[in-house]
Each structure stands twice: as structure tokens, then as C-alpha cells.
């Protein structure tokens, strides 16, 4: 018997392949190299639904050989690897896995957006970064009867 767990792995990883440029590239290369970025848009997906910090989620992924097998992984990325990913991937990419992984559509849903005013830096650190943002505006989409998130778009203002 299938667990509940293995088979959402095995359906997350057919929406990340969908979603991005090279759905053939092996999880994890011989030799080394880079993760392919399907498997990590499926290792963020997985520490969302367990609602575990990357450093938590990674531990519990070594744990569970089944669910590394679903991936393709021999090995799991350390979990600043899966963070600082995690920084760096396209708005676009990750809006389309938004959108396929949100199937359960009711037709009803809302905008909401908020506004975040940035607490005063460091001089040091603003003028060592060139750090200018004074807010950031962020509009989500989301259905209201399942919560599911659609689309979210940022915004930042700049001094």
C-alpha cells in the first residue's frame, strides 16, 4: 500500500515538471553538479506541506527513502542550498507552479493586498548594500473556499 504522503510527492513532481524548462534533467547528476530544479520546486513544496523549516524539512527527507525515490534523489541538498534556491527562483516559474498545483478551484476568489513599511537598517549595512526599499506591497490572489493561493505579486517602492 501507497502512502497518502508518497503519492502527493509523486503528483508534485509531475507539476514541477510541467512548469519548468527541462523536465528530463536528472534530479541529481552523476558526479555532482546542480540540483535539477524541478526536484527543488518539489522539495519547497514538500517542506510547505510539512510545514517545517528547511533545515527540519531536509532532516526529515533523510529519513524517509521512499519519498527520496519518488524525487529521483540519492542525495538531499543541504538545507541553505534549498533556502537560498528557494531566494533566487523566477516569479515566473514559481506563479506557474502556483497555478498548476492549484486544481481544486471553486470559482470563487478574492484580491487582498497589503502593505509592508521596511523598519530603518543599519547606516552601515544600507550603505553597504545600496539598500533603498522604504515598502513593499504585496496583492494575492486566493479562493476563498479552499484558500488556495493563485497568483501573488510584489511590489517594492524605493526611496
Not at 547528476?29 to 520546486?41: Q, R, S
Not at 527520496?68 to 516569479?91: A, K, Q
Amino acid at each position: 500500500m501507497v502512502s497518502e504522503f508518497r503519492l502527493l510527492t509523486r503528483e508534485i513532481v509531475a507539476k514541477a515538471k510541467n512548469v519548468v524548462e527541462n523536465p528530463d534533467e536528472p534530479a541529481d547528476p552523476v558526479g555532482g553538479g546542480g540540483f535539477a530544479e524541478w526536484a527543488m520546486l518539489t522539495l519547497q513544496a514538500l517542506r510547505i506541506e510539512l510545514g517545517k523549516s528547511y533545515r527540519q524539512t531536509i532532516d526529515l527527507l533523510s529519513e524517509m527513502p521512499g519519498i527520496l525515490d519518488e524525487i529521483g534523489l540519492t542525495r538531499l541538498p543541504h538545507f541553505t542550498v534549498l533556502r537560498d534556491w528557494f531566494e533566487t527562483i523566477s516569479m515566473e516559474t514559481y506563479r506557474a507552479f502556483l497555478g498548476e498545483s492549484a486544481e481544486k478551484r471553486t470559482g470563487h476568489a478574492a484580491i487582498d493586498s497589503t502593505g509592508f513599511d521596511r523598519d530603518q537598517p543599519s547606516r552601515y549595512y544600507a550603505t553597504r548594500k545600496h539598500y533603498r526599499v522604504r515598502s513593499l506591497k504585496v496583492t494575492a490572489l486566493v479562493d476563498v473556499k479552499t484558500l488556495y493561493v493563485y497568483d501573488v505579486h510584489c511590489t517594492t517602492t524605493k526611496k
